[in-house]
Protein backbone atom coordinates (compact mmCIF):
# COMPACT_ATOMS: atom_id res chain seq x y z
CA UNK A 1 0.00 0.00 0.00
CA UNK A 2 1.54 3.10 -1.07
CA UNK A 3 1.00 6.60 0.88
CA UNK A 4 0.58 8.81 -1.86
CA UNK A 5 0.27 8.28 -5.74
CA UNK A 6 1.16 10.81 -8.27
CA UNK A 7 -0.74 10.50 -11.71
CA UNK A 8 1.73 13.07 -14.40
CA UNK A 9 5.19 13.59 -14.48
CA UNK A 10 5.51 16.98 -15.80
CA UNK A 11 7.01 20.02 -13.50
CA UNK A 12 3.94 20.19 -11.33
CA UNK A 13 3.78 16.84 -10.63
CA UNK A 14 7.41 16.35 -9.69
CA UNK A 15 7.33 19.67 -7.66
CA UNK A 16 3.97 17.93 -5.60
CA UNK A 17 6.66 14.49 -5.56
CA UNK A 18 9.53 16.53 -3.82
CA UNK A 19 7.75 18.50 -1.47
CA UNK A 20 6.04 15.39 -0.30
CA UNK A 21 9.33 14.13 -0.10
CA UNK A 22 10.49 16.41 2.05
CA UNK A 23 7.76 16.14 4.12
CA UNK A 24 8.30 12.23 5.11
CA UNK A 25 6.82 10.57 2.15
CA UNK A 26 7.96 8.69 -0.31
CA UNK A 27 5.33 9.21 -3.38
CA UNK A 28 5.31 6.85 -6.13
CA UNK A 29 4.78 8.61 -9.90
CA UNK A 30 3.11 7.26 -12.46
CA UNK A 31 3.69 8.34 -15.53
CA UNK A 32 2.28 7.81 -19.33
CA UNK A 33 5.08 8.76 -21.38
CA UNK A 34 8.74 10.28 -20.23
CA UNK A 35 9.08 12.41 -17.60
CA UNK A 36 8.25 16.07 -18.25
CA UNK A 37 6.77 14.71 -21.42
CA UNK A 38 4.31 18.08 -22.19
CA UNK A 39 7.97 20.01 -22.39
CA UNK A 40 9.81 16.96 -24.62
CA UNK A 41 6.97 17.42 -26.78
CA UNK A 42 7.41 21.10 -27.07
CA UNK A 43 9.28 22.82 -30.21
CA UNK A 44 12.86 21.75 -30.98
CA UNK A 45 13.87 24.95 -30.70
CA UNK A 46 11.16 26.47 -28.00
CA UNK A 47 12.81 29.03 -25.52
CA UNK A 48 10.57 29.52 -22.81
CA UNK A 49 8.65 32.50 -21.61
CA UNK A 50 9.61 32.47 -18.30
CA UNK A 51 13.01 33.53 -16.76
CA UNK A 52 14.95 30.16 -15.20
CA UNK A 53 13.96 31.31 -10.98
CA UNK A 54 9.74 30.70 -12.10
CA UNK A 55 10.84 27.23 -13.66
CA UNK A 56 12.70 25.79 -10.83
CA UNK A 57 11.46 23.37 -8.07
CA UNK A 58 12.81 21.21 -5.03
CA UNK A 59 15.62 24.01 -3.94
CA UNK A 60 17.42 23.02 -7.13
CA UNK A 61 18.83 26.44 -8.88
CA UNK A 62 17.85 25.93 -12.97
CA UNK A 63 21.35 27.16 -13.96
CA UNK A 64 21.43 28.64 -17.88
CA UNK A 65 23.41 31.65 -19.44
CA UNK A 66 20.86 32.26 -21.01
CA UNK A 67 18.10 35.00 -19.77
CA UNK A 68 15.45 32.56 -20.56
CA UNK A 69 15.78 28.73 -20.90
CA UNK A 70 15.66 26.81 -24.08
CA UNK A 71 13.64 23.49 -24.47
CA UNK A 72 16.84 20.88 -24.15
CA UNK A 73 17.47 22.86 -20.71
CA UNK A 74 13.91 22.44 -19.62
CA UNK A 75 14.54 18.75 -20.28
CA UNK A 76 17.94 18.41 -18.29
CA UNK A 77 17.18 20.41 -15.90
CA UNK A 78 13.70 18.89 -14.76
CA UNK A 79 15.49 14.91 -15.03
CA UNK A 80 18.20 16.37 -12.49
CA UNK A 81 15.61 17.37 -10.05
CA UNK A 82 13.94 13.71 -10.32
CA UNK A 83 17.42 12.03 -9.87
CA UNK A 84 18.86 14.57 -7.44
CA UNK A 85 15.80 13.78 -4.94
CA UNK A 86 15.85 9.90 -5.85
CA UNK A 87 12.27 10.25 -7.42
CA UNK A 88 9.99 7.04 -8.03
CA UNK A 89 8.79 7.03 -11.28
CA UNK A 90 7.04 4.73 -13.57
CA UNK A 91 7.22 6.00 -16.73
CA UNK A 92 5.18 4.47 -19.92
CA UNK A 93 2.12 3.33 -17.60
CA UNK A 94 -0.72 5.22 -18.06
CA UNK A 95 -3.62 5.26 -15.67
CA UNK A 96 -6.78 3.65 -16.44
CA UNK A 97 -9.02 4.02 -13.80
CA UNK A 98 -8.70 5.51 -10.05
CA UNK A 99 -11.39 3.58 -7.48
CA UNK A 100 -12.01 4.68 -4.38
CA UNK A 101 -12.77 2.35 -1.66
CA UNK A 102 -15.65 2.78 0.78
CA UNK A 103 -14.41 4.64 3.61
CA UNK A 104 -11.17 3.14 2.73
CA UNK A 105 -7.52 3.72 -0.11
CA UNK A 106 -8.07 4.07 -3.65
CA UNK A 107 -7.38 1.21 -5.98
CA UNK A 108 -5.51 2.26 -9.50
CA UNK A 109 -5.91 0.47 -12.71
CA UNK A 110 -2.80 1.11 -15.26
CA UNK A 111 -1.79 -0.51 -18.15
CA UNK A 112 1.77 -0.61 -19.32
CA UNK A 113 3.39 0.03 -23.05
CA UNK A 114 2.95 -3.61 -23.87
CA UNK A 115 -0.60 -3.97 -22.26
CA UNK A 116 0.04 -5.61 -18.89
CA UNK A 117 -1.85 -5.03 -15.95
CA UNK A 118 -1.27 -3.68 -13.13
CA UNK A 119 -3.04 -2.45 -9.84
CA UNK A 120 -1.85 -0.04 -6.94
CA UNK A 121 -3.50 0.90 -3.60
CA UNK A 122 -3.29 4.42 -2.28
CA UNK A 123 -4.13 6.51 0.65
CA UNK A 124 -3.87 9.53 -1.32
CA UNK A 125 -4.02 10.71 -5.19
CA UNK A 126 -2.51 13.43 -6.74
CA UNK A 127 -4.01 13.85 -10.39
CA UNK A 128 -1.18 15.93 -12.49
CA UNK A 129 -1.92 15.31 -15.56
CA UNK A 130 -1.36 18.19 -17.93
CA UNK A 131 -3.17 18.92 -20.79
CA UNK A 132 -0.50 19.28 -24.04
CA UNK A 133 -2.03 15.16 -25.22
CA UNK A 134 -5.33 16.76 -25.64
CA UNK A 135 -5.49 19.88 -28.07
CA UNK A 136 -8.42 21.73 -29.22
CA UNK A 137 -9.59 20.14 -32.38
CA UNK A 138 -10.94 22.53 -35.81
CA UNK A 139 -14.20 20.19 -36.26
CA UNK A 140 -13.57 20.87 -39.73
CA UNK A 141 -13.98 18.17 -42.32
CA UNK A 142 -10.23 16.28 -43.74
CA UNK A 143 -9.05 17.33 -40.26
CA UNK A 144 -8.22 13.39 -40.20
CA UNK A 145 -5.89 13.64 -43.19
CA UNK A 146 -2.05 12.93 -42.38
CA UNK A 147 -1.16 16.07 -43.35
CA UNK A 148 -2.36 17.89 -40.48
CA UNK A 149 -0.59 18.08 -37.12
CA UNK A 150 -1.81 20.24 -33.72
CA UNK A 151 1.69 19.69 -32.82
CA UNK A 152 5.05 22.01 -34.70
CA UNK A 153 8.31 20.48 -34.23
CA UNK A 154 10.79 22.14 -36.52
CA UNK A 155 11.09 23.85 -39.64
CA UNK A 156 13.41 21.62 -41.72
CA UNK A 157 10.69 19.15 -43.14
CA UNK A 158 8.08 21.68 -44.12
CA UNK A 159 10.80 23.68 -46.92
CA UNK A 160 9.56 24.34 -49.99
CA UNK A 161 6.03 22.93 -48.63
CA UNK A 162 2.71 25.65 -48.82
CA UNK A 163 1.81 25.05 -45.23
CA UNK A 164 -1.50 26.50 -43.24
CA UNK A 165 -0.98 27.85 -39.90
CA UNK A 166 -4.47 28.07 -37.91
CA UNK A 167 -4.04 30.53 -34.82
CA UNK A 168 -2.67 33.77 -33.64
CA UNK A 169 -1.10 33.43 -30.38
CA UNK A 170 2.36 32.44 -29.72
CA UNK A 171 2.30 28.88 -30.95
CA UNK A 172 0.98 29.73 -34.26
CA UNK A 173 3.26 33.51 -34.87
CA UNK A 174 6.64 31.56 -33.20
CA UNK A 175 6.07 28.31 -36.03
CA UNK A 176 5.72 30.76 -39.26
CA UNK A 177 8.70 32.75 -38.27
CA UNK A 178 10.43 29.71 -38.19
CA UNK A 179 8.56 28.18 -41.50
CA UNK A 180 9.37 31.03 -43.21
CA UNK A 181 12.77 31.62 -42.93
CA UNK A 182 13.57 27.78 -43.01
CA UNK A 183 11.85 28.01 -46.99
CA UNK A 184 8.25 27.30 -46.16
CA UNK A 185 5.38 29.45 -48.08
CA UNK A 186 3.17 30.36 -45.41
CA UNK A 187 -0.29 31.27 -44.57
CA UNK A 188 -1.78 32.24 -40.77
CA UNK A 189 -5.34 32.10 -40.68
CA UNK A 190 -6.54 33.31 -37.24
CA UNK A 191 -10.45 34.14 -36.39
CA UNK A 192 -9.60 37.32 -34.54
CA UNK A 193 -9.25 40.77 -36.89
CA UNK A 194 -6.23 41.38 -34.61
CA UNK A 195 -3.31 38.60 -33.96
CA UNK A 196 -3.47 37.86 -29.82
CA UNK A 197 -2.69 40.14 -27.34
CA UNK A 198 -0.47 37.47 -25.45
CA UNK A 199 1.87 37.15 -28.39
CA UNK A 200 5.37 38.15 -26.85
CA UNK A 201 6.14 41.65 -27.11
CA UNK A 202 9.78 40.93 -28.87
CA UNK A 203 8.23 38.35 -31.37
CA UNK A 204 5.24 40.82 -32.65
CA UNK A 205 7.21 43.40 -34.53
CA UNK A 206 9.63 40.23 -36.23
CA UNK A 207 6.23 38.21 -37.45
CA UNK A 208 4.21 41.92 -39.00
CA UNK A 209 7.86 42.64 -40.46
CA UNK A 210 7.57 39.37 -42.50
CA UNK A 211 3.77 40.00 -43.19
CA UNK A 212 4.62 43.31 -44.43
CA UNK A 213 7.50 42.22 -46.60
CA UNK A 214 5.31 39.28 -47.66
CA UNK A 215 6.97 36.05 -46.40
CA UNK A 216 4.24 36.00 -44.70
CA UNK A 217 0.56 35.23 -45.48
CA UNK A 218 -1.62 36.74 -42.78
CA UNK A 219 -5.43 36.39 -43.02
CA UNK A 220 -7.45 37.64 -40.09
CA UNK A 221 -10.96 37.61 -39.28
CA UNK A 222 -10.83 33.84 -41.39
CA UNK A 223 -11.12 30.56 -40.57
CA UNK A 224 -10.25 27.20 -42.02
CA UNK A 225 -13.08 25.29 -43.06
CA UNK A 226 -12.48 22.07 -45.01
CA UNK A 227 -9.12 20.62 -45.59
CA UNK A 228 -8.35 18.34 -48.96
CA UNK A 229 -5.62 16.45 -50.35
CA UNK A 230 -4.18 18.90 -52.17
CA UNK A 231 -6.05 22.20 -51.21
CA UNK A 232 -7.82 23.94 -48.49
CA UNK A 233 -11.07 26.15 -48.11
CA UNK A 234 -10.87 29.03 -46.31
CA UNK A 235 -13.89 31.51 -45.54
CA UNK A 236 -13.20 34.82 -44.27
CA UNK A 237 -14.18 39.09 -45.45
CA UNK A 238 -14.03 38.49 -48.70
CA UNK A 239 -16.22 34.87 -49.31
CA UNK A 240 -14.75 31.48 -49.73
CA UNK A 241 -11.08 31.17 -51.06
CA UNK A 242 -9.17 27.52 -51.88
CA UNK A 243 -5.56 27.49 -51.49
CA UNK A 244 -2.90 25.18 -52.21
CA UNK A 245 -1.58 23.19 -49.40
CA UNK A 246 0.96 20.06 -48.50
CA UNK A 247 0.30 21.07 -44.56
CA UNK A 248 -1.65 22.26 -42.10
CA UNK A 249 -0.50 23.12 -38.17
CA UNK A 250 -3.77 23.88 -36.17
CA UNK A 251 -1.99 25.44 -32.89
CA UNK A 252 -5.56 26.25 -31.75
CA UNK A 253 -4.13 25.03 -27.80
CA UNK A 254 -5.13 22.69 -25.85
CA UNK A 255 -7.52 21.91 -22.77
CA UNK A 256 -7.16 19.47 -19.94
CA UNK A 257 -7.88 15.87 -20.11
CA UNK A 258 -10.52 15.22 -16.94
CA UNK A 259 -11.45 11.54 -17.75
CA UNK A 260 -9.71 10.63 -14.78
CA UNK A 261 -11.21 13.35 -12.35
CA UNK A 262 -14.50 12.75 -13.65
CA UNK A 263 -14.43 9.04 -12.99
CA UNK A 264 -13.32 8.89 -10.17
CA UNK A 265 -16.02 11.16 -8.93
CA UNK A 266 -14.61 14.85 -8.85
CA UNK A 267 -17.26 17.28 -10.04
CA UNK A 268 -16.63 20.46 -11.92
CA UNK A 269 -17.49 24.12 -11.83
CA UNK A 270 -19.99 24.65 -14.31
CA UNK A 271 -19.04 28.61 -15.18
CA UNK A 272 -15.69 27.47 -15.50
CA UNK A 273 -15.18 24.00 -16.83
CA UNK A 274 -12.91 23.38 -14.04
CA UNK A 275 -12.78 21.03 -11.34
CA UNK A 276 -14.18 22.50 -7.91
CA UNK A 277 -11.19 21.61 -5.04
CA UNK A 278 -10.13 23.67 -1.70
CA UNK A 279 -7.44 26.38 -3.17
CA UNK A 280 -5.41 26.09 0.05
CA UNK A 281 -5.03 21.90 -0.04
CA UNK A 282 -5.96 21.79 -3.42
CA UNK A 283 -8.12 18.70 -2.51
CA UNK A 284 -11.08 17.88 -4.69
CA UNK A 285 -14.40 17.29 -3.14
CA UNK A 286 -13.46 13.33 -3.01
CA UNK A 287 -11.61 13.41 0.17
CA UNK A 288 -7.79 12.50 -0.25
CA UNK A 289 -7.75 13.04 -3.99
CA UNK A 290 -5.74 16.12 -5.07
CA UNK A 291 -5.10 18.44 -8.22
CA UNK A 292 -2.07 19.38 -9.19
CA UNK A 293 -0.99 21.91 -12.41
CA UNK A 294 -2.56 23.20 -14.99
CA UNK A 295 -5.57 20.21 -14.95
CA UNK A 296 -6.70 22.39 -12.00
CA UNK A 297 -7.28 25.15 -14.74
CA UNK A 298 -10.91 26.47 -15.58
CA UNK A 299 -12.16 26.57 -19.86
CA UNK A 300 -8.51 28.98 -20.26
CA UNK A 301 -5.73 25.96 -19.75
CA UNK A 302 -3.18 28.84 -19.58
CA UNK A 303 -4.78 29.97 -16.64
CA UNK A 304 -1.97 28.37 -14.73
CA UNK A 305 1.65 27.72 -15.95
CA UNK A 306 5.01 25.29 -14.32
CA UNK A 307 5.41 28.96 -12.33
CA UNK A 308 2.01 29.05 -10.44
CA UNK A 309 1.63 25.32 -10.81
CA UNK A 310 4.84 24.33 -9.10
CA UNK A 311 3.81 25.39 -5.51
CA UNK A 312 0.83 23.16 -5.22
CA UNK A 313 2.70 20.31 -3.69
CA UNK A 314 3.29 22.55 -0.74
CA UNK A 315 -0.30 22.82 0.08
CA UNK A 316 -0.88 19.37 -0.43
CA UNK A 317 2.14 18.01 1.25
CA UNK A 318 0.53 20.34 4.40
CA UNK A 319 -2.87 18.61 4.28
CA UNK A 320 -1.78 15.33 3.73
CA UNK A 321 0.52 15.87 7.14
CA UNK A 322 -2.15 17.66 8.90
CA UNK A 323 -4.15 14.28 8.41
CA UNK A 324 -1.74 12.17 10.16
CA UNK A 325 -1.55 8.42 9.18
CA UNK A 326 -5.41 8.14 8.85
CA UNK A 327 -6.12 9.89 6.24
CA UNK A 328 -8.34 12.12 8.53
CA UNK A 329 -8.39 15.32 9.84
CA UNK A 330 -7.66 15.42 13.35
Known amino acids: MEQVIIIGAGPCGLSAAVELKNAGFDPLIIEKGSIVHSIYRYPTYLIFHSTPELLEIGGVPFVTPNEKPTRLEGLTYYRTVAERHELRIRTYETVKAIDRQENGPFIISTSDRSGRKKEYGSK ?17 PGEELDKVSHYYREAHPYAGQKVIIVGGNNSAVD ?3 ELARGGADVTVVYRRDVLSSHVKAWTRPLFESMVA ?5 LLL ?5 EVREDEVVITGPGGEMRLENDAVLALTGFQPDRSLLLAAGVTLNPETGGPIYQSDTMESAVPNLYIAGVVAAGSRANEIFIETGRHHGKLIAADIISKGSNGSKA
Open 124 to 140: AVVIATGYFDNPNMLGI
Open 175 to 177: AAL
Open 213 to 217: KGKIR
Open 221 to 225: SSQLT
